[in-house]
């Protein structure tokens, strides 16, 4: 059929497949619709699920993480879920779920996750850590420029002092912290936290978190550089006590954070796709050198 009429040049008649509407013509592409349809419905319910079950999605893939005591002072108290002491040794993984950890005076401890992150327990604090899983990576996000993979992290601050390291961690990673009055999450970067009797103090080195209020019916979004403390009664009325800067930080306060961050960068660890076992940590530095005595007091040759 030719369709191009004789001494006229319009586009359309260099396109005769357009006007064809025969039957036979048409079959192919309702067959191909039909042959299409039970593939992408598969892709709309997988779409679905992922829409409304969002944290059984994002659960698929995760184990245990895992932790290493780089170093303490003193010697902190651990206990197990049934209440038995547990003893941990520095530089040895750790997987540190349903572990409570309990310091006194003069007594610190740090540890790196495997997720990048890092933590400074203060003295005289009781720490517990409620739940730690993370999706497992291959080799080539090892390393220490950003998180691996995906985590989360839940922790339980009943009193004491906290240092949080997270400056690697994912965007869509959580690290939440339960508190007496209300809780938070570290979106990013380094927080210093203590609670005691004149209520939660939030200092932000860098990097930001959200505190939500008792019940989560208000929030703060605290930035870096900034400070709030927030007492047990003005928790109640949904509102920050008093407001400050990080250079009144106390000296105490930036050694256990600066030890944190220091911790963070001492532990690599190994990819762990294939063996769907936690992540195994390797020194950056030998444990030879951490082992070896120490020259006390210092003897200088003339």
């Not at 509407?21 to 619709?33: D, F, G, N, V």
């Not at 184990?63 to 197990?80: K, Y």
């Not at 740090?110 to 203060?122: D, Q, R, T």
């Not at 997270?166 to 869509?172: E, L, T, V």
Request: proline share 6%.
């Amino acid at each position: 059929m030719n369709l191009q009429k004789q001494g006229s040049r319009q586009p359309w008649a260099f396109r005769p497949a357009v006007f064809v509407k025969s039957e036979r013509c048409m079959r192919p592409i309702a067959e191909l619709k039909m042959k299409t349809c039970p593939g992408l419905r598969v892709v709309a319910l997988c779409i679905l699920v992922a829409c409304l079950f969002p944290a059984a999605t994002y659960a698929q893939g995760m184990i245990e993480g895992n932790a290493v005591l780089t170093s303490q002072s003193g010697t902190p108290q651990i206990l197990d879920e049934s209440g038995q002491n547990r003893s941990v040794k520095p530089r040895i993984s750790l997987l540190p779920t349903g572990l409570q950890w309990a310091t006194g005076k003069d007594t610190q401890a740090f540890l790196a996750l495997s997720n990048g992150a890092a933590i400074g327990i203060g003295e005289s604090t009781r720490l517990r850590f409620l739940n730690y899983q993370q999706r497992r990576f291959a080799s080539e996000k090892e390393g220490f420029s950003y998180e691996p993979s995906t985590s989360t992290l839940s922790l339980e601050l009943e009193s004491g002092e906290l240092a949080l390291v997270a400056q690697r961690i994912s965007p869509i990673s959580e690290l939440r912290v339960s508190l007496p009055q209300g809780s938070l999450r570290v979106h990013r970067g380094i927080a210093h936290i203590r609670y005691d009797q004149t209520g939660l103090h939030i200092a932000m080195i860098e990097g930001n978190l959200t505190y939500d209020y008792p019940g989560e019916t208000a929030r703060e979004f605290v930035s870096g550089g900034s400070i709030i403390r927030i007492s047990d009664r003005s928790a109640q009325r949904r509102e920050v006590a008093s407001r400050g800067l990080i250079d009144v930080l106390p000296a105490d306060a930036v050694q256990l954070h600066q030890a944190a961050t220091h911790a963070s960068r001492r532990v690599l660890f190994q990819a762990n796709a294939e063996t769907a076992t936690p992540p195994e940590p390797v020194m950056v530095v030998n444990t030879e050198y951490f082992n070896q005595p120490s020259p006390r007091p210092y003897e200088f040759k003339e």
